[in-house]
């Protein structure tokens, strides 16, 4: 797959597009296709593999029976936004998921993590997540990163070559170049389900998002599950974003939550149900809030960068990556404490456009 | 319009088709087409127009002020399912909002509704909510209703004309043959918001449904305005029916309670946020509950019929109209207390589908 691939075939069917953002050209693929997934990215002469989708368990027991033989490794699941980290003609470079170079990361990376380790292995690519109140991607983030953000370490790849270091091939490096990364619990089985239940319960009650699991030895089969209140949290941060989201974004979270709390032998409490509507209904009455205060829904972010340019060029991103939809404003650019502060709003054209309709009284067909 | 309705072309652009089903053979159009509402049913002497979409306001007082110049008539909407009745070649029927004869609502016709009016005007139609504990078709039922179903006239129209008869005709009609309708609450200016509030509060309080606004004389603009507990109500009773309704049917609801508790002036309060989640989770857990239980998560029903023989077309009909979706199964036809009792189950074939694969340790990619 890795050796040959059919640049010219994908870009035919609309799976691969010319990207110039970056550095220097390269094809990102759009789609996951022949294999290669998406966010996948060529140069002329490397490839930094796409990061594959991992299956989701809704029933831990049977999930992890189904999926793994032997023992496995499990990790944290961090609630962040996923980046490949690499060396690119000389360039230490942060690919997102969709396979853009992100200025923002890209920027930030030495203050993030030490690269020593590409010097010994120029080839690897490193995944990682990255997470806090300062990052501009999400509109929620751990409770653990309490300001700007944080980068966590969880896989590594080969420039090149698909599939996965095993997972103590990345923990001895971790350990060695002292990287920073997701939180590992060590190796169980399926006959541990008792102890990974209360590890889910302590994570949950820490309102962590959950747990990816890893075959041991060669850790190519993967899966997830996401605490409870994950789920709760998802619908609060993006109650607002309630006409963009696919709408099935909500119920499948609402569907994980009915699920999680029957594998966990919970009752639903009344605290539980409370939380859930207000999820929902805080969000939304903010936002109300914020449309009859200043006539428009939107969204602040602010992030710090090491370089002006990055956030000019972050900018400049934001917006070829959302086209007329992404409704970005500058709001600040200002430097503080050896950063450059970038403050700027998201506006969500969907939610804003019906609020205007049916606030001046305009009728809904439903 | 009506006279000369293009039935050739309707359905050669797949917007009408040949039903079969009923007494006699007729053409149901099942999109709105060229000024022809869905639902509108041709036969070879006569037309039975479709019932309008209603348009919902989510403001009151800038809806009301957009909608109506002056007075408007005020009625209560009942949580039922549409009815027009008829008489067409000497039978008279109930007509789905659809355009389907509906082999339940047709047999229960004497018991609900004396059609003596139809001898003095023969062309009438009269558009009617039938709604019960004991209907086949909705998963809940108004309060005021607690057993079997009633019929509640709201709005009558002429064989072969588009348009609503005015209402203040109507009204006159209902007196004149006491027949069953809805609750009317009289005639309003936008003036009297307050009051048309208030009125909505105390809907809301009894868990009814909402209003129904209609021009004052003609009838012919009308809008719609929900209760904030009929929103809670809608996503409670069809929480199983989460993978099989579009999942905005379950957004739109809360965005709608949204803003009808800033309408409303009301506070989010815990309660109302409490109820909104278990909404959701009470029906999914019942759901699981039945699945672990009985291995397939289904809705019971039951329903009354006079005769034998409607109770078995019933039975047709609803397997005709699901396809292979639809999931009927028979459970008991007895005859008790002179009527023949019909009890089915209707399954939820995309939630059995889910809870089957992910309860065996599925992944899914979402």
Redesign the interface.
Known sequence: VWENLDLAGAKDKGKAEDVSLAPFPYVRFTDAWKGVPRGTIALADTVVPGYP?I?????L???????FEGGFWTEEKVDGYNVRICRLHGHALAITRGGFVCPFTTDRLPDLIDLTLLDDEPDLVLCAEVAGPDNPYNESCPPFVTEDVRLFVFDMMRLGQGGFLPPQAVYERIERFALPSVQRFGRYTVADVGRIRALLRKLNAEHREGLVFKDDPKGARR?KYVTSNANVSDIRSTAEN??EL???Y???R??R???G??EQGLE?S?E???????A???G??EA?DQYNTEQRVYHSYRCRFRQRQSALDFLTFLQALGGNRAKIEQRDLRQESGYWVLEYLRGYPALNG?LGS?????????
Chains 1, 2 share one sequence.
């Open positions: 989708r299956g989701r368990i809704l029933a027991q049977s999930g992890l029976h189904e999926r899966t309630i006409l696919p709408p099935n909500f119920t499948n609402i569907l939550l009915a699920l709390l029957q639903r009344r539980l149900e409370q939380r859930l509507g207000a929902f209904l805080e939304l009455l109300l019906l049916v606030l001046r009284g305009g009728v809904l067909y439903d």
